[in-house]
C-alpha cells in the first residue's frame, strides 16, 4: 500500500503546469538518485517533461533518463522521437544529452537510429557534442560489434578533430573499437602531442598510453647501442653456469664482437617526433593528477634514452606523499624500475624509508625498493635502517625485513658476513617469529660458504629445543643434515632429541627429521643406525601419506637387501650431492614487460582488454606517414591581400613545432636556414605585410602573429647587439622626457587569468635557446657601455622632483617610486641601494662581500620584448632591475625600454588584455602618452609570477595597433638577495635536507676555478647575497623567493684540478630543480 503512494507529491509536481514545481522535483529526484535510492517508479512521470520548454528541467530530465533508460527500455523507446528532436535543439547542452540518453537505451532495434545521430553530432558545431559522439560510439560498438567498420570511419573523423575537448574522447573510443589501426593515428600523431597539455586530466591518461604503445611500433629502441654494448659487455656467466659453456661462450663472443661493431658503425639518431613525445609529456610530470604523471613516467620508462629516465624519479617520489592507495601502485612501479635503472632513485633513497604510521603492504614495498636500491656505497645506512625495523612491532613487517637482509647479504659480498651475524645475533630474540624467519634467510645464506659457519650451524642445533615455528625447525634439521660433517658431534644428538618428539611434530619437520636420520646413517651408521630405524618405523604408521611414502622410499634406498634394486649404491651421492644455493631475487624481476602502470602490471597477470606492449622494430618504419599537407589547414580568412597570404603561409608552416621546429626533417631543416639567413631578406618581406593588415585579420590572426614573433626573436638577438651601442646615446639625451610622460596617466587595467600554454611553451623555449645563445655577448656590451652610462643619471631625478609637485593628485606616490630606475640610466642609484644592504654585514663578512652583490648591475640582461619589424618601428626590451618593486613587495620589478624607430610618433603606451596563469598579478606601468619618433622611454612594471618561470602574457597596446607579447623570468630573478650570517646559513641548510636538498657535481669552466668569478656567475645567474664563509673553499649564497618568502641557499665546494660540487636547499623543489641547471650552465660554460 505505502509503495504504491510512496511518490505522489513528486509525480504531482511533475504533472502541474508550473515550471518552478517540475524543477523542483527533478532536483529532489537527482539527489535521490545521488544518494543511492531507487527512483524506477517515477520513469512515467519523468518521461513526459522531455518535451518540457524549460531548459532546466530538460537537462535534468535527460540526467534522470541517462540513468534509467537501460532499465526501463520500452517506456523510453516510446519517447525516442523526443530525443531526435532533441539532437537538432539549438542549445548544445541539450543536443549532447539526447544522444547520451539515446545511446544509454541498450536495444538493438534503435542501431541504425544511434549510428545516423552519432555520424550528425561527429560533424556538430560544439565541441562538447561531438566529445558526447565519442562517447557513444564505445557504447554502441558493444551492443552492436558488426557496427565496426562504420564506426572507424566516425573515429577516424574525430581523431582529425582539433580541440581538446574532443581528443581524450575519441582516443578512448579508438582504444576500445579498433587500438589495432595504428594507421588512424599517423596523420593525427604531432596534433595530439601538442594538444597533449591542454587535454583534460583523464583524457591526458589515454592519450599517453596509447602514444606509448604507437611510439613502440614506429621508432628505434633508444637504448639500442647501449643494450647491445652492454651484452656485448658483460660477458657474465649464468649464476648456475659451469665450464661446459665455455665453446658456446666464444661463439658468444664472436657474435658480440660483430654487435659492438654494428653499433659503432651505426650511430643512433632521435627521430624527432619521436623528440616530440618526449619533449611535450616532460610538463605533465608536475601534474596534479597522480594517474597522468604515472602514465607520463611509464611512458618515460618504456620509450626514452636511458640518459632520460632520470627526470621522473622526482615526479615518483612526489606521488608518495598522496594517499596509501595511490602510495601502493607508484611503490610497485618504483620497484619495477629500481632493478632496471637503480641509479635513478638513489638520490632519493631516504624517501624510501619507512614510517610507523604506513600499512603493512607498503612497508613491504618500501622495503623491496629499498632492497633493490641497495649497493656497497649505501648498504651501511640501508642495514642500520633494517635494524630499527626489526623492533616493530607488525610481525609480517619484520619477516619481510628479515628476507630483505638475507637479500643484501647475497647481492653484496661485501656486507655477507657483518649480516650473517647481525642474524646470528636475532637468533637470541624473544619474538618466535623474528628468531624463526632468521633461521630461514641463515640456511639459505650457509648454503654460499658452510665450511666457514661450522659455528654458526652447531649454534643452530642448540635452537631446536625452543624454536617451535614448524618452518624455521625444519631449516634447522635441513642445514644439520646436509653439512653434518661439519658437526658431527652434534648431529646424532639432534636426532635423538628429534626421535623423541617425532610424532608430536609439524609435517614438514617429520620430513626433515626423516632426511636428517637418512643422512646420518649414511656417513655414520655407527651411532645412528638404531635410531634411523626407530624414526623410519614411526613414520611407516603416521597419518600422513607423504611421510609413510617417504619413510617406504629412504628404507629401500638406504638400508641394503637381498631385494634393494641397483639405486642403493649411489644413496650416498643423491642424498649428499651438492645442492646449488637458492638465488634471492626480486618478485619484481621480470614484470617490466607489462606495460608499466597498468592493471595487469600491478596484478602480475594479464588483465581483460589488456594491450600488450609491442616490440621495438628492428628497422624503423618510414617517418614520412606522420607528416600532413599544410594546405588543408590553412583557414578560411587567408583570403586577403597576396602578402598576408605569403605571412600567414609562413607561419603555417611550422604548425605543430611549438617550440623548435622538431616536427620533421624539411621543416627543422627549412627554420634553421631562416634564422642563418638573417635579417634583412626575410625581415623586409614581413615589413611589409604587417604594414597593411586590415581590423578583421588582425583579430584573425592574433595567433600568427605571435608566432611569427616568435621566430623572428632569435634573428634578431644578432642584431640587437649591434645596435645596442646606438641606443645608449638617444636614450641619455630623451630619459628627461621618459621620466614627464611616464607619470602623466595609470590606468588600471583588468586582467585575466586565463591559461595560454601554447603561448606560454612557445615563448619558454624560444627564451631558453636564445638566452645561452646570446648571454655572453651581451654581458661583453654591457661592460663597454658602463663608463658611458654612469654619469647623466643625477640630472633627470632633480627634475622629477618638481614634476612630483604638480602632477601628485593623478598619481600614487606607491606608483612613482620605482620611475626612477630605468635599465640605462641609474646605476648609481642601483649601486647605492645594494650597498646600503651589504655594508649591514660587512663587518662581519670576508672582502670579497661587496664586488659579490654588486656584481650583478654590470650584468643585467636584458631581453628582447617586441622587435622593431614586428612592432612596426616599435622596439622594447625589458630586464630585471633586481630593485625591490615599492608598491608590491611580492612582486618582480620589470623595466621595459620602449624605442620609437618609426617616422612618426606613437602615442598611448599602454597594457592590455592580461593573460596569466592563476595566482599571478600584474602591475602595469602608467600609460606614455607620447613616444616621439627617434626617442626612447623607460618605465617599471610589476609582476608576481607566484614563484614560477609561467610566462606573463598581455597586450602591448599604442592608439594603432595591438602586439601580442609576452615576459618569461629566469629561475634566478624569482628571488631577492637576504643575508645571513655562517651560523644562520648552516642552521638553515640543516633544516632543508634530505628532498629539499640537490646536490650535482661539476667540472668548473677554466675561466672559472677562482673565488671572484665563481661569485660573479653565480649571483649573476640568481639575484642572491653572498654569505660569509671560513672556508676558502666554499662560496655561500642565500635568498629568498619574492612571492613567498621561501628559502634558497646555494653551496659551491670547490675541490681539486677543477671538480666542484653544487648543493642547492630550497623549500620549493622545482625552484631549486631550475635553479640547479642554471647555475651548473652559469659555471661550466
Not at 641509479?343 to 614510517?355: Q, T
Not at 618568502?1045 to 659551491?1052: A, F, M
Request: aromatic letters at 6%; glycine letters at 4%; charged letters at 30%.
Amino acid at each position: 500500500m505505502f509503495s504504491s503512494h510512496r511518490h505522489d507529491d513528486l509525480k504531482e509536481m511533475l504533472d502541474s503546469n508550473k515550471d518552478s514545481l517540475k524543477l523542483e522535483a527533478m532536483k529532489r529526484i537527482v539527489a535521490m538518485i545521488a544518494r543511492g535510492k531507487n527512483a524506477s517508479d517515477l520513469f512515467p512521470a519523468v518521461v513526459k517533461n522531455v518535451a518540457c520548454k524549460n531548459i532546466e528541467v530538460k537537462k535534468l530530465v535527460y540526467v534522470y533518463l541517462v540513468r534509467y533508460a537501460e532499465e526501463q527500455q520500452d517506456l523510453a523507446l516510446l519517447s525516442i522521437s523526443t530525443f531526435q528532436r532533441g539532437l537538432k535543439d539549438p542549445n548544445q547542452l541539450i543536443r549532447a544529452s539526447a544522444l547520451r540518453v539515446l545511446s544509454s537505451i541498450r536495444v538493438t532495434i534503435i542501431v541504425p537510429i544511434m549510428m545516423l545521430a552519432i555520424k550528425e553530432a561527429a560533424s556538430d558545431m560544439s565541441p562538447y557534442v561531438r566529445k558526447t559522439a565519442a562517447h557513444a560510439i564505445p557504447k554502441l560498438y558493444s551492443l552492436d560489434p558488426e557496427q565496426k567498420d562504420q564506426l572507424i570511419e566516425v573515429i577516424e573523423k574525430l581523431l582529425a578533430d582539433k580541440t581538446t575537448l574532443v581528443a581524450g574522447s575519441v582516443v578512448m573510443a579508438f582504444e576500445e573499437v579498433c587500438p589495432e589501426r595504428i594507421d588512424l593515428i599517423h596523420k593525427n600523431y604531432r596534433k595530439l602531442c601538442n594538444l597533449l597539455i591542454d587535454v583534460e586530466e583523464w583524457g591526458q591518461v589515454v592519450i599517453i598510453n596509447m602514444l606509448t604503445r604507437y611510439a613502440r611500433t614506429q621508432f628505434l629502441n633508444p637504448n639500442i647501442n647501449e643494450s647491445l654494448l652492454e651484452e656485448g659487455g658483460s660477458g657474465d656467466k649464468t649464476f648456475y653456469g659451469s665450464d661446459e659453456d665455455e665453446d658456446e661462450d666464444e661463439e658468444e663472443k664472436e657474435k658480440k664482437a660483430e654487435v659492438a661493431a654494428m653499433a659503432k658503425r651505426k650511430p643512433y639518431v632521435m627521430d624527432p617526433d619521436h623528440r616530440l613525445l618526449l619533449r611535450n609529456t616532460k610538463p605533465l610530470l608536475q601534474s596534479r593528477n597522480a594517474a597522468v604523471v604515472m602514465a607520463v613516467a611509464q611512458l618515460y620508462f618504456h620509450l626514452a634514452p636511458k640518459a632520460e629516465v632520470g627526470v621522473i624519479a622526482k615526479a615518483l617520489v612526489r606521488l608518495l606523499r598522496s594517499h596509501s592507495e595511490v602510495q601502493y601502485v607508484v611503490l610497485q612501479n618504483v620497484a619495477t624500475m629500481s632493478i632496471k635503472r637503480r641509479g635513478m632513485f638513489e638520490p632519493y633513497l631516504k624517501s624510501f624509508y619507512i614510517r610507523s604510521t604506513d600499512p603493512t603492504q607498503i612497508k613491504v614495498l618500501k622495503l623491496e625498493v629499498l632492497t633493490n636500491l641497495a649497493n656497497e656505497t649505501n648498504i651501511s645506512t640501508i642495514l642500520r635502517e633494517f635494524q630499527t625495523y626489526i623492533k616493530s612491532m607488525d610481525k609480517d613487517f619484520v619477516a619481510a625485513t628479515i628476507q630483505a637482509i638475507g637479500r643484501c647479504a647475497t647481492n653484496i659480498s661485501e656486507v655477507r658476513d657483518t649480516c650473517l651475524n647481525g642474524l646470528v645475533q636475532l637468533l637470541s630474540n624473544r619474538d618466535e617469529l623474528v628468531v624463526a624467519e632468521s633461521v630461514v634467510v641463515i640456511k639459505k645464506l650457509l648454503q654460499m660458504q658452510p665450511e666457514k659457519h661450522s659455528d654458526i650451524i652447531k649454534h643452530m642445533a642448540k635452537l631446536t629445543d625452543n624454536i617451535q615455528v614448524p618452518m624455521a625447525r625444519a631449516s634447522i634439521l635441513w642445514l644439520i643434515g646436509e653439512y653434518c660433517e661439519h658437526v658431527p658431534k652434534i648431529a646424532p644428538d639432534v636426532l635423538r632429541k628429534m626421535a623423541k618428539s617425532f610424532t608430536n611434530e609439524e609435517d614438514i619437520v617429520k620430513l626433515q627429521i626423516i632426511n636428517l636420520a637418512a643422512k646420518l646413517y649414511l656417513t655414520n651408521s655407527k651411532q645412528t643406525k638404531l635410531l634411523t630405524q626407530y624414526v623410519l618405523n614411526l613414520a611407516k604408521y603416521d597419518q600422513n601419506y607423504d611421510i609413510r611414502d617417504r619413510a617406504r622410499f629412504i628404507r629401500q634406498l638406504i638400508v641394503p637387501t637381498e631385494k634393494s634394486g641397483a639405486l642403493s649404491k649411489y644413496a650416498k651421492k643423491l642424498f649428499l650431492a651438492l645442492k646449488p644455493a637458492p638465488v634471492l631475487e626480486s618478485p619484481f624481476k621480470d614484470r617490466d614487460h607489462f606495460q608499466l602502470g597498468s592493471l595487469s602490471h600491478l596484478l602480475n597477470a594479464k588483465a581483460g582488454g589488456y594491450q600488450e606492449l609491442p616490440d621495438w622494430p628492428e628497422a624503423a618504419p618510414d617517418p614520412s606517414v606522420r607528416n600532413v599537407e599544410v594546405k588543408e589547414s590553412v583557414p578560411e580568412w587567408t583570403k586577403c591581400s597576396s602578402r598576408e597570404k605569403r605571412k600567414e603561409k609562413k607561419v603555417e608552416k611550422p604548425f605543430y613545432t611549438d617550440s623548435e621546429g622538431e616536427s620533421g626533417p624539411t621543416e627543422s631543416a627549412d627554420s634553421e636556414s631562416d634564422s642563418a639567413t638573417g635579417s634583412e631578406s626575410s625581415s623586409g618581406s614581413e615589413e611589409s605585410g604587417s604594414g597593411s593588415e586590415s581590423e578583421e585579420s588582425k583579430e584573425a590572426s592574433e595567433s600568427e602573429e605571435e608566432e611569427e614573433e616568435e621566430e623572428e626573436e632569435e634573428k634578431k638577438k644578432k642584431k640587437k647587439d649591434l645596435k645596442k651601442p646606438v641606443q645608449e646615446s638617444e636614450s641619455e639625451q630623451s630619459s628627461e622626457e621618459e621620466e614627464r610622460k611616464h607619470q602623466r596617466k595609470s590606468k588600471p587595467r583588468k586582467s585575466e587569468s586565463e591559461s595560454e600554454s601554447d603561448e606560454d611553451e612557445e615563448s619558454e623555449s624560444e627564451s631558453s635557446q636564445s638566452e645561452s645563445e646570446d648571454s655572453e655577448s651581451e654581458a661583453e656590451v654591457k661592460k663597454k657601455k658602463k663608463p658611458a652610462e654612469s654619469k647623466p643619471p643625477p640630472k633627470p631625478v632633480k627634475k622629477e622632483s618638481k614634476k612630483e609637485k604638480k602632477e601628485m593628485s593623478l598619481l600614487d606616490l606607491d606608483d612613482f617610486e620605482p620611475a626612477p630606475s630605468p635599465q640605462v640610466t641609474p646605476v648609481n642609484t642601483f649601486l647605492s641601494n645594494s650597498l646600503v644592504t651589504d655594508l649591514e654585514g660587512l663587518s662581519l663578512s670576508d672582502s670579497v662581500l661587496s664586488p659579490a652583490t654588486i656584481a650583478p648591475s654590470s650584468t643585467l640582461k636584458s631581453y628582447e620584448l617586441l622587435h622593431r619589424i614586428t612592432g612596426e618601428g616599435l622596439s622594447v626590451e625589458y630586464c630585471f632591475s633586481r630593485q625591490p618593486f615599492s608598491p608590491d613587495a611580492n612582486m618582480v620589478a620589470v623595466q621595459m625600454q620602449f624605442t620609437n624607430n618609426a617616422s612618426s610618433d606613437t602615442k598611448n603606451l599602454h597594457i592590455e588584455d592580461v593573460k596569466l596563469q592563476s595566482g599571478m598579478r600584474v602591475k602595469e606601468f602608467p600609460e606614455i602618452e607620447l613616444l616621439p619618433a627617434g626617442e626612447t622611454a623607460t618605465a617599471v612594471m610589476g609582476i608576481d609570477f607566484c614563484d614560477s618561470t609561467q610566462a606573463a602574457n598581455f597586450q602591448l597596446c599604442t592608439h594603432t595597433r595591438k602586439f601580442f607579447v609576452s615576459i618569461q623570468p629566469p629561475v634566478g630573478e624569482l628571488m631577492r638577495p637576504v643575508f645571513l650570517t655562517e651560523n644562520e646559513f648552516k642552521k638553515e641548510q640543516g633544516q632543508l635536507m634530505g628532498m629539499n636538498e640537490i646536490t650535482e657535481k661539476l667540472t668548473l669552466d677554466v675561466k672559472c676555478r677562482n673565488e671572484h668569478t665563481i661569485v660573479q656567475r653565480v649571483t649573476t645567474a640568481a639575484n642572491l647575497s653572498r654569505v660569509p664563509c671560513g672556508s676558502d673553499k666554499e662560496c655561500r649564497f642565500a635568498g629568498r623567493t619574492v612571492t613567498s618568502g621561501s628559502l634558497v641557499l646555494v653551496t659551491v665546494a670547490t675541490k681539486e684540478e677543477g671538480a666542484a660540487q653544487l648543493t642547492v636547499n630550497c623549500e620549493k623543489m622545482v625552484i631549486g630543480t631550475m635553479l640547479v641547471k642554471d647555475i651548473l650552465q652559469a659555471l661550466t660554460q
